[in-house]
């Protein structure tokens, strides 16, 4: 079965900024999320959807996929988390051609 896993990390977060990239035991909050979707082998790919380089770069180091940044109109605290999951999936099926039977996602900071 082909499946995939969005992990949505905002960089504009105004309650806690930067809440996906803080430091927690020495490493960003993110890279959590990532080490567990990829220990649990069930995903085909996982994605980090994102309008940060900075978490970009950090995702892409700790083993997702993020070769795009979100566009503004996904960006904002008035975005729905549906809009830029699918915008990712889309994203991934139009680079890659291929589509998926299931898709997760998966928050940063839970």
Known sequence: ?????????????KGVPNKNIKLLNGIPLIVYTIQQAIESKLFSRIIVSTDSQTIASIA????????FLRPKYLSTDKASKLDVILHAVKKKKKKFKTSYD?????????
Request: aromatic share 6%.
């Open 60 to 67: 892409i180091d700790a083993g997702a996929e993020c070769w």
């Open 1 to 13: 079965m082909n499946s995939v896993c969005t992990i949505c990390a905002r960089g504009g977060s």
């Open 102 to 110: 299931l898709v997760f996602d998966l928050d940063a900071t839970s």
